[in-house]
Structure formats: structure tokens, C-alpha cells
């Protein structure tokens, strides 16, 4: 969008002002232009109600009708009920508003004008049980008719906004309105003429209008549809850009297999690698041997063997005389990858060094400073490597784990701590190709699409808490442990959950009181945390009762039956790696799903997780539930700047915007030709200024 009257600041858009314009920018709205950017969340269908009994998808009713009386009662020193009764096309309505008083005004005086005898409003609200033959509406919102803006508001498809405090649905989208009537018309397309032919879409301030104050569903879908295209172009575009820049690239360093370390330390794994590892192991070491950086995402299923993997190229890495960093989102899975590394390179002249954001301050320092002498060779850690002051001089490689938590800035941040490095990102949810292309656009793909070999199936069943817990009692007699995790916490007064806290107190007390029962959960203190999960694995504890801080990161092959409370509350992916906790030794393994599911989705996503073990499809199956956004976690979607898009739904507008972005960037590689140049610019505004991906200076 361009145009001069989009750039007016929105103090000065009539009833804004400067107060209401300081609660819009916490909502990132500082112009016309942003406003209009700003679109709703969803559409309330709100033309008139046909049947009070009958509900509606939204629950609300909406209602015309003629004030014959009303009334005002109080119910106490601080709360009013003002009841008016309509009539209208159903009858008799009786209306109720419930008003907190103020002794500054009268809370109730604008109302009362609106319900005066005989005046005719439209109210929104909820139809309260038809007990006496008269219906009740407790009222939301209300509309006088003598107001033509109730056409903004009501008979419509009603858009409804994200908001911040201060703001009203009301008033933002009185504002919106009014931008839109100012501004719309001077909004110009970016995407180039020939594309909004051959793609049929429709004008700037059309999609504007359409987006907003839709007239109809086919005219929002169209909308909808330009907007994210836009969206998905500008993306598309820059994925390319950035690959194609970072492939220019040539890397001040290079590799030689020197097997000076990796023969060793194949030879003291004491397994041998699947053919999916050993083809991934080769993709990798081709990438880092070439002059430009390498970018891949090594995707795999639980349990797939992706830490061997990942360690064989640090190995390499460090061979070669450099450093490598594997980066984790959790403490407890950098700990985990800690011990694995660890236990995987006993005997070999490899330094592993760990460092999170809960080291102590002395220790932490003295980290620091081996890692910045080189003394450190591998180093693991959180987010806490990413601080300006860990300097890594020799850094070659770095790896992400469970990328999807860490965003595109973060990856940026570590890259930037050596000089066009190599990078490995890692993720146990395994992503549709095009998704990936998408999502990560400039990072190559590899696949372990095989498990190791005598890892028996897990069996996965819906069951009641006595059945999962005799199992669990089964398998501890046998000389086996077991998981038992629940979704939160403490106790919670708004969800009816069961706590980890108190459930602990119950299965230590009364339902396994002759077993060791151990307690872990985010809340705990680092050491603590790490305390208790070596001690269960071990074999110190036989049930470890957990929230899903286990979800990543805990490898105890003794460890045979999970129990996962109120699983209905958990996403598929989230159920998945959590189920991949077990089944990790040479025993049969159970996974009991205890769930009283109160809706069809949530019942299909348990049936999915006793009905297959194969997390590509339970990745799918996840997407389409729940979307990318939330899948691949917020803040990545945040960054892929993103309003209208959705990744997964617009797989068709996603390949066209991939398909054109390429055709685009054949015939014109800086978009410099005058048709190209509003999207060059907009390009330049959204990667280059605000992420820094891409250079098109």
C-alpha cells in the first residue's frame, strides 16, 4: 500500500486523538495505513436471527425490534439491570444489560435514551432458557436505529479485530470504517499487472474493502485470497533471494574427511547405523565440504537417531580444527544432548562444554572464557548462547534442535557469532515438503524415514486412569519404569485439569504407595530438574510423574509405559513426542491415552494416535487441525509476517505465489523494471530493513 493519505498518523483520524492513538500502537497501528493492515480475526454472520431456538455457529442472536417498556433495578451498591421489552418478528423479547455503577456518571444514561418507549434498536447477545414463553436476550451490544452507524455493526458479516486495552470492538471498527472511506482508494497494488491478471485477483482497495466490511462470503474469500497471495509472493520471493545470496557465498574454510575422530567413534557406538542415517550423514558431509555455507533441515521421527547424526558432523567440524554449537530450547534437552555427547565421545580428545541461561554467574565465566581460548570444542547449550558475550573464534558448524521453538532471527544471531557457517537445523515434527519450502525456504531437506532396527512397536490405546495404572504396576513389577505426565502444573481454577503437583501427592500416597514416585516439571530449579531425571534414569525412582517438560529430551530404555492425563489437551505433536519417550529399549512398550474428549476434533486426534505410530502422518494430520502457525510455533509465523495467510489451507495460492516468485526473479533477478518496482520496495521494507534475510541494494 502506498499513497500519502495512508501515511496520516491516526491521532488525527476523527475520534482517536492522542490518548486512543497511544492504546492503537500497542496494537502496531500508527497510520491509515496500518489500520488498514490491521484485519479481523474472524467475520460474525449478524443479519437478523430466523429462529431464536435454533442456535447459530457464533451462539449469538441478533434481533430488530420496537422498545415498549423499560426499566432500571438495582441489585446491589455497585451493579445495575436495565431490562427493556421489544417487540419484534418473534414476540414479545425481553432485553437484559447488566451495568457496574460509578459514582462519576450514570452508567445508564445513554442507554435509557436508546430503550426510551417506542425507539427501535438492533441488540446482539446470547438467548438466555425460554422458561416463561418469553424470551430473554442478555445483551452484548446495541444498536439505535435513528444511528445509521449501526450499518457498520449489525445486517452484516461483522468483522470482528484483535484488540489491546483501552480499545472496543465498536470503536475499532468505527475507525477501520472511516479509514477505509479516506484512504482505500489511494492504496496501490504491489503485486506486478501481469500476475493480478493471470491470478484473476482482485484491485488494492478492493481486497481492502472486501477484507474489512465483506458484502458477502464469496466477496470476503476473494479478498482474503489477494491479501495473502501478496502475503505469500513477498515470502516466496524472499526465500529465493536468500538462497540464492548465501549460495554467492564462499565460506573461509573447507572440510577434509580425515576420520581422525568419526572412525572412532563409529566404531564405539556399539550399533550400527540404519541406511537412512547413513545416506543423511553423506547428504550432510557433501553440503559442508562446498564452498558456499550449507543450510539443511534434518528431519526425522522420534527416535530416528538424529543426535548421532547431527554429532558426526560437530565431528567433522572439529576434526578440521573448528567449533561446533548445538543449540537447544530447553535446559533439559540441552543437559540430555550433554550426557549423550558425552557418553557418545568417552575416550576421544573431544571437549564438550555446556552453558544455559541458569549456569552460575563464576561458572559461567569460566565457560566463556574456553570457549572463546578454543578449549571448547563442542559446546551445548539454550538460548543463552546467544548472548553478545560468548564469542566463538572458531566456530564452523552450528545445530538447532527442535528448530520450530527458535525463530529466524535466532538463527540469524548464531550464525553471525562465526563467519558464513555451516548450519544444521533439526526437528522431530517432520514437515510437508512444500510447508518446508515455505517455512524454511532457504534450508535444503534431509529425511530419516527409517527407525532403528528391534524397537518393537508401541502399543497405543484410550483408556480409563485404573486400567493405565495396572499396567504401569505390571510393568514396575517386572522390573520396568514408567512416565505418568500431566498438563499442568498447580491447580487451576479456570480449567478442569488435573495438576502434577497434587496428582503426585495422590499416586505417592494412595494409588502406588510401595513405589518410588519421583515429581518434574518446568517450575523446578535447573540442578533439581536435572537431579531427579538422572536419578530416574538410573533406575533410583520406578514412576516419574512429569508435565511435559519430558516432551523432548530424556532417553531411559528401561522406561515402558507412559500415561498421559487429559491427553485430550494436547496437540498430536505434542502427544507424539511425548509417546517417544518410550519404547527406546528392547521391551514392549504401552502408551495409554486417559481422556474424556468433549469434542468430535479432539476424539479423532486420539483415535489418530492409537491408530498409527508414523509421525508423518500424525504431522499432517496436526497441520490440518491446528495449522502451522501454532505447529511450527508463534514466533515463527510472527516473522514470515503473515495476517492472512494460512500455510496450510492455501497450498495452492502457495505454490502459484512460489511458481510466479521464480518466473519473476528469471526475467528481472533485482526487480528493477518499473512495474516490479512497488514490490522491490515493499520487499525491501519487510526482509531487508525490518528481518535482514536479504540484500537487493
Not at 442507554?111 to 438492533?122: M, N, S, V
Not at 481486497?207 to 470476503?220: K, T, V
Request: aromatic residues 6%.
Amino acid at each position: 500500500m502506498t499513497g500519502e493519505s495512508l501515511r496520516q498518523p491516526i491521532q488525527y483520524l476523527k475520534g482517536v486523538g492522542p490518548r486512543r492513538a497511544l492504546f492503537f500502537e500497542h496494537l502496531g497501528v500508527k497510520t491509515l495505513g496500518d489500520i488498514l493492515a490491521h484485519y479481523p480475526r474472524l467475520w460474525q454472520d449478524r443479519h437478523e436471527t430466523r429462529s431464536l431456538s435454533l442456535p447459530t455457529p457464533s451462539a449469538l442472536v441478533v434481533v430488530r425490534g420496537r422498545v415498549l417498556r423499560a426499566a432500571t433495578h438495582h441489585a446491589g451498591p455497585r451493579l445495575a439491570i436495565h431490562k427493556a421489552t421489544l417487540a419484534t418478528a418473534h414476540g414479545k423479547v425481553e432485553c437484559v444489560w447488566f451495568k457496574h455503577l460509578s459514582r462519576r456518571y450514570d452508567a445508564f444514561a445513554s442507554l435509557k435514551k436508546d430503550t426510551a418507549d417506542g425507539a427501535d434498536i438492533w441488540v446482539i447477545g446470547h438467548v438466555e432458557p425460554d422458561l416463561t414463553g418469553i424470551h430473554e436476550i442478555r445483551v452484548d451490544e446495541h444498536y439505535p436505529l435513528s444511528d445509521e452507524r449501526w450499518r457498520i455493526h449489525v445486517g452484516r458479516l461483522t468483522p470482528i479485530y484483535p484488540l489491546t486495552k483501552g480499545l472496543s470492538q465498536r470503536f475499532v471498527r468505527e475507525a477501520a470504517h472511516k479509514a477505509l472511506e479516506l484512504a482505500a482508494d489511494t492504496a496501490r497494488d504491489i503485486v506486478p499487472s501481469e500476475l493480478m491478471l493471470k491470478r484473476t485477483l482482485l484491485a488494492a482497495p478492493q481486497a481492502l474493502r472486501g477484507i474489512h466490511f465483506p458484502r458477502s462470503e464469496a466477496e470476503l474469500e476473494a479478498a482474503r485470497a489477494r491479501l495473502a497471495y501478496e502475503e505469500l509472493l513477498l515470502l516466496e520471493l524472499a526465500w529465493i533471494l536468500k538462497r540464492r545470496q548465501t549460495r554467492d557465498l564462499i565460506k573461509p574454510f573447507s572440510y577434509d574427511i580425515k576420520r581422525t575422530l568419526l572412525s572412532p567413534f563409529r566404531q564405539a557406538l556399539g550399533f550400527e547405523l540404519t541406511h537412512a542415517q547413513k545416506r543423511v550423514i553423506n547428504e550432510i558431509f557433501d553440503d559442508m565440504r562446498r564452498a558456499s555455507p550449507m543450510t539443511r533441515l534434518l528431519q526425522g521421527d522420534v527416535g530416528s537417531g538424529k543426535t548421532v547424526v547431527a554429532l558426526s558432523a560437530l565431528l567433522l567440524a572439529v576434526e578440521n580444527g573448528g567449533q561446533g554449537v548445538l543449540m537447544a530450547p530447553t535446559e533439559i534437552l540441552a543437559d540430555q544432548h550433554r550426557t549423550t555427547l558425552e557418553r557418545f565421545l568417552k575416550g576421544l580428545p573431544v571437549t564438550v562444554a555446556s552453558l544455559t541461561s541458569r549456569t552460575p554467574k563464576k561458572e559461567r565465566e569460566r565457560i566463556i572464557a574456553s570457549i572463546r581460548d578454543g578449549d571448547a570444542d563442542i559446546v551445548v547449550g539454550t538460548h543463552a548462547l546467544l548472548e553478545g558475550d560468548v564469542m566463538i573464534p572458531r566456530l564452523r558448524l552450528a545445530v538447532i534442535d527442535e528448530q520450530h521453538r527458535f525463530g529466524v532471527r535466532q538463527r540469524t544471531t548464531l550464525r553471525q557469532k562465526g563467519s558464513l557457517i555451516d548450519l544444521l537445523v533439526m526437528t522431530a515434527t517432520p514437515i510437508p515438503r512444500t510447508l518446508a519450502l515455505s517455512l524454511y525456504g532457504d534450508l535444503e531437506a534431509s529425511t530419516i524415514d527409517e527407525l532403528p532396527p528391534g524397537r518393537p512397536p508401541i502399543k497405543t490405546c484410550l483408556s480409563n486412569e485404573s486400567e493405565a495404572f495396572a499396567t504401569v504396576r505390571r510393568e514396575v513389577a517386572a522390573g520396568r519404569q514408567a512416565y505418568v505426565v500431566y498438563p499442568i502444573i498447580e491447580e487451576s481454577a479456570r480449567l478442569d485439569l488435573q495438576s502434577a503437583k497434587t496428582e503426585f501427592k495422590r499416586l505417592k500416597t494412595s494409588v502406588f504407595p510401595d513405589l518410588k514416585v519421583a515429581l518434574v516439571h518446568g517450575a523446578l530449579p535447573g540442578k533439581l530438574k536435572t537431579k531427579v531425571m538422572t536419578a530416574f534414569a538410573s533406575g533410583e525412582f520406578d514412576v516419574l510423574v512429569a508435565t511435559p517438560v519430558i516432551e523432548v529430551g530424556i532417553d531411559v530404555s528401561n522406561a515402558t509405559v507412559m500415561v498421559i492425563q487429559n491427553a485430550d489437551r494436547f496437540g498430536m505433536a505434542s502427544l507424539h513426542q511425548l509417546r517417544g519417550r518410550i519404547g527406546r529399549g528392547a521391551s514392549e512398550s504401552f502408551c495409554h491415552l486417559v481422556a474424556d474428549p468433549h469434542t468430535a476434533q479432539a476424539k479423532h486426534r486420539l483415535d489418530i494416535m492409537a491408530a498409527t505410530s508414523d509421525g508423518f502422518r500424525i504431522g499432517e494430520e496436526d497441520l490440518k487441525l491446528r495449522g502451522p502457525g501454532e505447529l511450527m510455533g508463534i514466533a515463527q509465523h510472527g516473522e514470515l509476517a503473515l495476517a492472512v495467510a494460512d500455510l496450510f489451507k492455501d497450498g495452492e495460492l502457495l505454490r502459484f505465489a512460489r511458481e510466479d516468485a521464480e518466473a519473476l526473479l528469471r526475467c528481472d533477478p533485482k526487480l528493477l523494471a518499473p512495474g516490479h518496482k512497488p514490490l522491490r520496495e515493499r520487499l525491501i521494507a519487510l526482509y531487508q530493513s525490518r528481518w535482514n534475510w536479504i540484500d537487493l541494494a
